[in-house]
């Protein structure tokens, strides 16, 4: 009996696949065009660089040295004016308001005792938002401190002085550092999503059963089922890889081939993680929400918004279960800091292991629903 | 336009329908626990647990007690002490740590002339967060060192203190930043991200034409499928206070009225803009993509959750106007944390009352479109 080999039987599926995406015109485009929206939105929301925090002045003392410590607030950029008064009852209206998250008020009296060394401002933070009122409440301190010293000229040099540098983002901007997180974001969404919700498309339409009495074994069904979805990861990978350069301007100090060796390692853990989910659900209703149950956990313990080292040492541990971790270090260290593989193996094996955990146990999974 | 018995089956007809989906069910209710315990627990704006390595140069006692000053503090642990300045690439390359503090042979010998000694940090810049925070503590370690060695020379006082205070979160607890706009997170995935299968589902499977095919207008269709989904959400947002303020001791200083009625209005609006996705989608694969993109990624990036609006160009800060979870998480946190009323909150309420009824219409309307 001439049978069609393996090769052809997975090429007729992955044509079949491909055929099936790019009917729907609209998807296509959602598939491209959205990682990019996602890459600006990103791009540009995402910035934890604490500036121009909008600040409400009390002046009760209205004297010139009150008024030149207000300046060198709002000198420093780090600060901005968002309305001033003489009462503090406003004081407490505009950050009830959340009109401002800085109150700044200097007390009556102030150029007097500021002469006699004993004068003392008040800062009051909104600390709703912590990470920002944290930053703020730095900088305040500092320029209150450099106020005072430029105004005391008998104080004697400091006896300690601190010089400090940054490398890699010597400017510390804080997108340099996002931007290359977001291609690992993006493509994990996008890797996961479509193949948990394409596999359950067919489980509900009743496809998948005509699928299975094929010759096709299952090993070669999900080879042909997430194939078409890695190769439109991997353009956009490239795609948002390229948008980061040029309109980022983000650097890139590493190995491009690298990075893209990378984004098909991760991708098979990823695009596992959706097979996994595709067997666990009947309806693209539930892959939808069990995926968020996926999704965010990968999102949140990846070390992407919030730093793995703050985590409690068993969380820490669970990171390592996590391939958007992983990939995310391997992109900003390519991106950033140009390291190529003699310093990122241990990333790379990590990414491999967890691919061929999470591939197989979804094949087994897949295997065992599909008979 | 709107017939009681009408509208009622429908939503009997939706609400069999999400219950024969048990697991669907269980989901939605399962979803903002797991994510409450998880950001609860395990994430964390802090700072803390900064490794650095020492470069000691000058390995006098001097050096030794700047050091220590270091090991003591919280904030930081000392994990390699390298002899060579070359050493600190590599460290910094593997991201063995973040921060290296070099101490330079002349350290002692310029203090004990009463010249100003210098001392290095080189930080890893690629973590900008951290680094500024780390910048920060570092200068006030050294700085505090430095005013125990004047202190011999007799005290010194700069003339100004800041006295600083923090409103409504005292000690800077993130989780009583993110619990709040956690809320506000879980209602967009729930209530945008869910309801935006429930119209392309009926075409997928062919129901649409059944429901085409009865006397019911387009009006209680959308209400039908807004009203079971409003009732899940309101649940949701309960339950998730309840966890917050008993698991993770959220302040919840406001009315629990105050927080009810502008949710009511959140989650209509968000409700109405999922099934507008909906019903222009057709297949729920494009569904949750363009949900995703409309509701998701929106309440966590542009609502001020975790980045602040103020922080962003004006063309992005224009377009975080038409999303109602910047004026509901306003509203979350001022009942939270601040203890704020309709005095202070009408103004967003209006907002989102606005933005309901226009996405409901919206929904009606290019719902219509897809019948005939």
């Given at each position: 009996?001439?049978?069609?080999g393996?090769m052809?039987?997975?090429r007729?599926?992955?044509r079949?696949?491909?055929?099936?995406?790019?009917?729907?015109?609209r998807?296509?485009?959602m598939?491209?065009v959205?990682?990019?929206?996602?890459?600006?939105?990103?791009?540009?929301a995402?910035?934890?660089?604490v500036?121009?925090?909008?600040t409400?002045?009390?002046?009760?003392?209205?004297t010139?040295?009150s008024?030149?410590?207000?300046?060198?607030?709002?000198a420093?950029?780090?600060?901005?004016?968002?309305g001033s008064?003489?009462?503090?009852?406003?004081?407490?209206?505009a950050?009830?308001?959340?009109?401002?998250?800085v109150?700044l008020?200097?007390p009556?009296?102030?150029?007097?005792k500021a002469?006699?060394?004993?004068?003392?401002?008040?800062v009051?933070?909104?600390?709703?938002?912590?990470n920002?009122a944290?930053?703020?409440?730095?900088?305040?301190?500092?320029i209150?401190?450099?106020?005072?010293q430029a105004?005391?000229?008998?104080?004697?040099?400091?006896?300690?002085?601190?010089?400090?540098?940054a490398?890699f983002?010597?400017?510390l901007?804080?997108?340099?550092y996002?931007?290359?997180?977001?291609i690992?974001?993006v493509?994990?969404?996008l890797?996961l999503?479509l193949?948990?919700?394409?596999?359950?498309?067919?489980?509900e339409?009743?496809?998948?059963?005509?699928?299975?009495?094929?010759?096709?074994?299952?090993?070669?069904?999900?080879?042909?089922?997430t194939?078409?979805f890695?190769?439109?990861?991997?353009?956009?990978l490239?795609l948002?890889?390229t948008?980061a350069?040029l309109?980022f301007r983000?650097?890139?100090h590493g190995?491009?081939l690298?990075l893209?060796?990378a984004g098909?390692?991760?991708?098979v853990s990823?695009?596992?993680f959706?097979?996994l989910i595709?067997t666990?659900?009947?309806?693209?209703?539930?892959?939808v929400?069990?995926?968020?149950l996926?999704?965010m956990?990968?999102?949140?313990l990846?070390g992407?918004?919030?730093p793995v080292?703050?985590?409690p040492?068993?969380?820490?541990?669970?990171t390592?279960?996590?391939?958007?971790r992983?990939?995310?270090?391997?992109?900003r260290?390519?991106?950033?800091?140009?390291?190529?593989?003699?310093?990122?193996?241990p990333?790379?094996?990590?990414?491999?292991?967890i691919g061929t955990?999470v591939?197989?146990?979804?094949?087994a999974?897949?295997?065992?629903t599909?008979? | 336009m709107?017939?009681?018995?009408?509208?009622?089956a429908v939503?009997?007809k939706e609400v069999?329908?999400?219950?024969?989906?048990?697991?669907?069910?269980?989901l939605?209710?399962?979803l903002?626990?797991?994510?409450?315990?998880?950001?609860?627990?395990?994430?964390t704006?802090?700072v803390?647990d900064i490794?650095?390595a020492?470069v000691?140069?000058?390995?006098?006692?001097?050096?030794?007690?700047?050091?220590?000053?270091?090991?003591?503090?919280?904030?930081?642990?000392?994990?390699?002490?390298?002899?060579r300045?070359a050493?600190?690439?590599p460290?910094l390359?593997r991201s063995?740590?973040?921060?290296v503090?070099?101490?330079?042979?002349?350290f002692?010998k310029?203090l004990?002339?009463?010249r100003t000694?210098h001392?290095q940090a080189?930080?890893?810049g690629?973590?900008a967060n951290?680094?500024?925070?780390?910048?920060?503590y570092?200068?006030a370690l050294?700085q505090?060192?430095g005013a125990?060695?004047e202190?011999?020379?007799g005290?010194?006082?700069?003339?100004?203190?800041?006295?600083?205070r923090v409103?409504?979160n005292?000690?800077?607890?993130?989780?009583?930043?993110?619990?709040?706009?956690l809320?506000?997170?879980i209602?967009?995935i729930?209530?945008g991200?869910i309801?935006?299968?429930?119209?392309?589902?009926e075409w997928e499977?062919?129901?649409m034409?059944?429901?085409?095919?009865?006397?019911v207008t387009?009006?209680?269709v959308v209400l039908g499928?807004i009203v079971?989904?409003l009732?899940?959400?309101m649940?949701d947002?309960?339950?998730t206070?309840?966890?917050?303020?008993l698991l993770f001791?959220?302040?919840?200083?406001?009315?629990?009225?105050?927080l009810?009625g502008?949710?009511?209005?959140?989650?209509?609006g968000?409700?109405?803009?999922?099934?507008?996705?909906?019903?222009?989608?057709r297949t729920?694969l494009?569904a949750?993509?363009?949900g995703m993109?409309a509701?998701?990624?929106?309440?966590l990036?542009l609502?001020?959750?975790m980045?602040?609006?103020?922080n962003?160009?004006?063309?992005?800060?224009?377009?975080?106007?038409f999303?109602?979870?910047?004026?509901f998480l306003?509203?979350?946190?001022g009942?939270?944390l601040?203890?704020v009323?309709?005095?202070?909150?009408?103004g967003?309420?209006v907002?989102?009352?606005v933005?309901?009824?226009?996405?409901?219409g919206?929904?009606v309307?290019?719902f219509?479109?897809?019948?005939?």
């Amino acid at each position: 009996m001439i049978a069609p080999g393996r090769m052809e039987r997975v090429r007729e599926l992955v044509r079949k696949e491909l055929l099936q995406v790019f009917r729907d015109p609209r998807l296509v485009r959602m598939v491209l065009v959205a990682p990019v929206i996602q890459l600006l939105a990103f791009g540009y929301a995402v910035s934890t660089d604490v500036r121009d925090t909008s600040t409400f002045v009390v002046d009760e003392d209205h004297t010139q040295a009150s008024r030149d410590l207000a300046r060198s607030f709002f000198a420093s950029g780090y600060f901005r004016l968002a309305g001033s008064s003489d009462r503090p009852a406003d004081l407490v209206k505009a950050i009830d308001s959340g009109r401002a998250l800085v109150g700044l008020e200097i007390p009556r009296g102030f150029a007097r005792k500021a002469a006699a060394d004993a004068a003392s401002v008040q800062v009051i933070l909104d600390g709703t938002s912590s990470n920002t009122a944290t930053v703020a409440m730095g900088y305040a301190g500092r320029i209150v401190q450099s106020w005072a010293q430029a105004r005391a000229t008998g104080l004697p040099s400091p006896p300690l002085d601190l010089r400090e540098r940054a490398w890699f983002n010597p400017a510390l901007k804080s997108r340099d550092y996002n931007v290359p997180a977001v291609i690992g974001n993006v493509l994990m969404i996008l890797s996961l999503m479509l193949t948990a919700l394409a596999v359950v498309r067919e489980r509900e339409m009743g496809t998948l059963e005509q699928l299975m009495v094929s010759p096709l074994t299952p090993g070669e069904l999900i080879v042909g089922k997430t194939v078409p979805f890695a190769l439109l990861c991997m353009v956009d990978l490239v795609l948002i890889s390229t948008v980061a350069l040029l309109w980022f301007r983000v650097p890139f100090h590493g190995n491009f081939l690298l990075l893209l060796l990378a984004g098909a390692l991760y991708l098979v853990s990823t695009l596992g993680f959706g097979l996994l989910i595709s067997t666990f659900s009947n309806t693209q209703q539930e892959a939808v929400l069990t995926s968020f149950l996926f999704i965010m956990p990968l999102l949140l313990l990846s070390g992407f918004m919030f730093p793995v080292t703050s985590m409690p040492v068993g969380f820490q541990w669970l990171t390592m279960l996590n391939p958007v971790r992983h990939f995310l270090e391997i992109v900003r260290a390519i991106f950033l800091k140009g390291a190529g593989l003699d310093a990122l193996w241990p990333q790379f094996l990590a990414l491999a292991l967890i691919g061929t955990g999470v591939l197989s146990l979804s094949a087994a999974r897949f295997r065992k629903t599909a008979t | 336009m709107l017939d009681r018995t009408r509208l009622m089956a429908v939503i009997r007809k939706e609400v069999r329908q999400f219950r024969r989906d048990s697991r669907s069910l269980v989901l939605a209710f399962v979803l903002p626990i797991v994510l409450l315990v998880f950001f609860g627990y395990a994430i964390t704006w802090d700072v803390n647990d900064i490794r650095m390595a020492v470069v000691d140069q000058d390995h006098g006692s001097r050096a030794r007690a700047l050091v220590d000053a270091f090991r003591a503090a919280k904030l930081f642990r000392v994990v390699a002490t390298p002899e060579r300045t070359a050493d600190i690439r590599p460290l910094l390359d593997r991201s063995v740590v973040r921060m290296v503090l070099v101490i330079p042979p002349t350290f002692s010998k310029d203090l004990g002339a009463g010249r100003t000694a210098h001392v290095q940090a080189i930080m890893d810049g690629s973590d900008a967060n951290t680094a500024t925070i780390a910048i920060g503590y570092t200068q006030a370690l050294v700085q505090q060192y430095g005013a125990r060695l004047e202190a011999a020379n007799g005290p010194i006082r700069l003339p100004v203190e800041a006295r600083t205070r923090v409103w409504f979160n005292e000690e800077l607890s993130s989780s009583n930043m993110i619990v709040p706009g956690l809320v506000v997170l879980i209602m967009m995935i729930i209530a945008g991200l869910i309801t935006s299968l429930t119209i392309a589902r009926e075409w997928e499977r062919g129901t649409m034409e059944q429901l085409a095919a009865t006397p019911v207008t387009r009006l209680e269709v959308v209400l039908g499928k807004i009203v079971p989904f409003l009732v899940i959400g309101m649940v949701d947002v309960a339950v998730t206070s309840v966890v917050g303020v008993l698991l993770f001791h959220v302040p919840f200083r406001g009315n629990a009225l105050f927080l009810a009625g502008p949710t009511f209005l959140f989650l209509a609006g968000t409700l109405g803009l999922g099934l507008a996705i909906s019903a222009v989608s057709r297949t729920q694969l494009l569904a949750t993509q363009i949900g995703m993109l409309a509701t998701f990624l929106p309440g966590l990036l542009l609502s001020g959750f975790m980045y602040p609006i103020e922080n962003m160009p004006p063309v992005l800060q224009l377009i975080t106007y038409f999303v109602p979870a910047r004026y509901f998480l306003v509203v979350v946190r001022g009942v939270f944390l601040k203890g704020v009323g309709p005095g202070v909150l009408w103004g967003q309420a209006v907002l989102m009352l606005v933005y309901a009824v226009a996405l409901i219409g919206l929904a009606v309307r290019s719902f219509r479109k897809e019948i005939t």
